[in-house]
Nanobody, 124 residues
């Protein structure tokens, strides 16, 4: 049974970093290109980065260039997306994908936000 299981999403403030991992099983992981996609609320799914089977050839969406790094470790059947200098517009559900046979992970939420803030009241 083919599985792509990812981890590493969460909540981070703008400027922060997150590392997403995706482990493949049930297929010859090292033989296939792997991709990371994201889908922001109300928007089309976007290809963020992809890496060839050897790990030498990598490509990024313009929005990710200079900030995200895709890599893979075929011995661990893992593809990684290191996301740095995160922006609020990077918020979305991130999925890894094997494009040839269209395998998908379950998706992980990445939220880049300052948070709600804390009200501070100083009595007069």
């Amino acid at each position: 049974q083919v599985q792509l299981v990812e981890s590493g999403g969460g909540l981070v403030q703008p400027g922060g970093s997150l590392r997403l991992s995706c482990v493949g099983s049930g297929f010859i992981f090292s033989a296939y290109e792997m991709r990371w996609y994201r889908q922001a609320p109300g928007k089309e799914r976007e290809l963020v980065a992809h890496i060839d089977s050897t790990g030498f050839r990598k490509n990024y969406a313009d929005s990710a260039k200079g900030r995200f790094i895709i890599s893979r470790d075929n011995s661990k059947r893992t593809v990684i997306l290191q996301m740095n200098s995160l922006k609020i517009e990077d918020t979305g559900v991130y999925c890894c994908n094997e494009p040839l046979r269209n395998y998908w992970s379950q998706g992980t939420q990445v939220t880049v936000s300052w948070g709600q803030g804390t009200q501070v009241t100083v009595p007069s």
